[in-house]
């Protein structure tokens, strides 16, 4: 009797293969994430420092000031990443999943800007209503951003 391994065509596919296949392809979109960070980041922290001289934002108000903001979106974009590698693995349509809840948390975000306005200045120095508002374009531009990198489709 022959083995029936003889009568199989075409590439042998091993355990090993298999599970290589997701690690890459999680290393992959991870490192589309990071790029997406990065921009997402140049993009607030240049609207930032524009903002802040538009507007006359007082210089202690640390919503636009550099660190903060590059920490904000880089950490909110990782995290995002992340978000979208575990609905990736558990759903059956992970990119449009994943733009829901991308725009979802964008538009939430917001919340936190709109809290300030009316805010004193005894509770966050520096803060005007205008840098309240300066900081709502901040809280939207990395879901488009990420979504661009994340689920794209292949051509």
């Known amino acids: 009797m022959a083995p029936l391994l003889t009568h199989l065509e075409g590439p042998v596919v091993t355990t090993a293969d298999t599970l290589a ?18 921009v997402a980041a140049v993009l607030n922290l240049v609207l930032a ?20 903001v590059i920490a904000a979106t880089l950490i909110t ?51 005007s209503d205008t840098a309240a508002l300066c900081l709502i374009p901040l809280h939207l531009i990395p879901a488009p951003v990420l979504l661009a990198a994340l689920t794209r489709r292949k051509a």
């Not at 809840?101 to 964008?106: M, R, S, T």
């Open 21 to 38: 296949a997701p690690a890459s392809s999680a290393r992959t979109i991870w490192g589309r994430g990071a790029v997406a960070a990065l």
């Open 49 to 68: 420092i524009a903002a802040a001289a538009v507007f006359d934002i007082d210089s202690r108000f640390i919503g636009l000031q550099p660190v903060p």
């Open 77 to 127: 974009m990782m995290a995002g990443t992340g978000v979208f590698l575990l609905i990736r693995r558990f759903a059956a349509r992970p990119e449009r999943i994943f733009t829901i809840v991308a725009l979802a948390f964008a538009v939430i975000s917001v919340a936190s800007p709109l809290s300030l306005l009316g805010a004193s200045q005894a509770s966050q120095p520096g803060v």
